[in-house]
């Protein structure tokens, strides 16, 4: 071997030994701003792996931690890429807004300091739904008729990300969640078996529609009122700020502890599955509670998100289902009429962009959790949807809302009611009661109520018999009891047969919106 080979194969070696300490020396750096970020920069819980921010039109908004006064800056790497300018971080946080981004994905996002940097990996971008209430929303996919298939179903989904927050409670709001149940999840039966039934099927109905990705948080606790779920603010405009009605008084606790920590994500709308629990708690005030509840959390989201979640985003809702069969209790009825603002029918003047799925026809006699938790969760999710495409997503001839009375007109032996769409009917002699008063008032849950058998009908209109005497016909309603009919057989439907009319409860004093006509 030569002077000069020698000298090379040294040389080799000297390389080779710089090149080693160089690559120890990046591995410490690397090891230093690791260490750097352990707790000091991160996103916020319910960002992660997986997620799904809205799409846009609207801004996502990310917000997380950091050392003070640290300058963060915000980048998106993908099918397109962002960077956003630094902003400092204020008292611990720090949050910007990504310039509108289309459906798609999958993304990385990362969040620098400047030496140090956290990334989400595999993000898309399309509509984030909220679901909350109570165990209705809560019960899980796998507990569902025919569970076995649509867990099986669910791999084959990708696109519908499930997210669910951990139950727990506040006495004051809270800025973050203080534990997530389910981070972020490519949909897995395991994870799908564990997730909100209702839930799941809208997101997985709504993609089979929309063709992009979903995002579903579920934020929902069994048992629980709605005013666990009420800011003061809501709560004020009923004047329950300061009830205290012993161990169900627990205002606003679930609001502070698994909404409230919420209000920063832009989300697309939200829907809600509760009422069951106000059926013995401040029964008569639901039609405040709830439609102050969605106007509260509207304005809320909104401001929270910096304007990018619509001040009147869509809001969707199950109105119950049944619970005791037989039973002469006017709990339920006047729940479901309260959950309408007494209206009858969603959207309405007082619940504008809103949608519900009636379900009074789904009962469950049979169900292993209770009668009052029903396996159907497959319809009730489908009924939501349409309500989703007619009102959220604004698609032409749409039907999502079953009949309802147009015009009423009595004499001395018939009503007739003509329904404001062609409907299919079916004979019952008791399903339709009126209410004979001599007395020019509303008639309510103690007035004297007789059944009124249907007589006749054809495409738009029925007509029942009156026994009452002549004049004496006040008032007329419809399903109005706990469990009116077995399952989807209730005598009224609109003419496809697969929307139930809801319940009503209308009198002829004062007038009903002016539809009472008498000869």
Request: hydrophobic fraction near 40%; aromatic fraction near 12%.
């Amino acid at each position: 071997m030569t002077f000069r080979d020698n000298i090379f194969q040294l040389s080799v070696h000297v390389c080779c030994l710089l090149v080693m300490a160089a690559a120890l020396c990046v591995g410490f750096v690397l090891l230093a701003c690791t260490r750097a970020c352990d707790g000091n920069l991160r996103f916020a819980s319910y960002y992660g792996d997986h997620m799904v921010l809205q799409k846009s039109p609207e801004r996502a908004v990310l917000w997380g931690y950091g050392p003070e006064g640290a300058q963060i800056t915000v980048s998106l790497s993908g099918p397109i890429t962002q960077t956003i300018s630094a902003v400092n971080v204020t008292k611990g946080i720090w949050r910007v807004g990504l310039d509108p981004v289309a459906a798609g994905g999958p993304y990385n996002v990362t969040a620098a300091a400047p030496n140090c940097r956290v990334t989400l990996t595999d993000v898309l971008f399309g509509d984030v739904w909220l679901c909350g209430g109570q165990s209705n929303m809560y019960f899980k996919t796998s507990q569902i008729f025919n569970s076995s298939e649509e867990l099986a179903l669910s791999v084959k989904y990708p696109h519908v990300r499930t997210f669910m927050a951990g139950l727990n409670l506040s006495e004051t709001e809270l800025t973050d969640l203080i534990h997530v149940e389910l981070p972020w999840s490519v949909p897995t039966v395991g994870s799908v078996a564990e997730f909100s039934a209702v839930c799941w099927l809208f997101g997985r109905y709504m993609y089979e529609n929309l063709k992009y990705p979903i995002g579903l948080v579920e934020s929902c606790w069994g048992g629980t009122p709605v005013e666990a779920w009420s800011s003061s603010r809501a709560l004020q405009q009923c004047g329950l700020e300061n009830t205290k009605d012993g161990p169900k008084d627990r205002n606003s606790v679930l609001w502070n502890a698994m909404i409230h920590p919420l209000l920063n994500m832009t989300i697309n709308g939200a829907l809600w599955y509760q009422g069951e629990e106000n059926v013995d708690y401040h029964q008569d005030k639901y039609n405040c509670s709830f439609p102050a509840m969605i106007d509260d959390w509207r304005m809320a989201f909104h401001r929270g998100s910096g304007g990018q979640t619509a001040l009147d985003f869509p809001f969707g809702f199950v109105q119950l289902c049944t619970y005791k069969e037989g039973s002469p209790d006017d709990g339920f009825p006047n729940i479901r009429w309260h959950q309408t603002a007494d209206t009858g029918f969603v959207p309405n003047g007082r619940m504008k962009r809103t949608f519900m799925a009636v379900a009074l026809d789904l009962p469950d006699e049979t169900s292993p959790y209770g009668t009052i938790h029903p396996r159907d969760k497959q319809d009730v999710a489908h009924r939501l949807t349409l309500g989703a495409r007619a009102v959220a997503y604004n698609e032409k001839d749409v039907a999502f809302l079953g009949p309802f009375p147009d015009q009423i007109l009595s004499t001395h032996m018939y009503v007739n009611i003509t329904y404001d769409q062609e409907v299919s009917v079916t004979p019952s002699k008791d399903i339709f009661e009126i209410c004979c008063s001599g007395i020019w008032a509303p008639c309510g849950p103690e007035s004297f109520w007789v059944p009124a058998p249907i007589v006749q009908r054809n495409s738009t209109t029925v007509q029942l018999h009156v026994s009452c005497a002549p004049g004496e016909v006040a008032a007329v309603r419809y399903a109005w009891r706990d469990w009116p009919c077995d399952f989807k057989a209730c005598p009224v439907y609109g003419a496809g047969g697969i929307l139930p009319a809801p319940p009503f409860i209308i009198s002829r004093y004062p007038g009903k919106r002016g539809i009472w006509k008498s000869y």
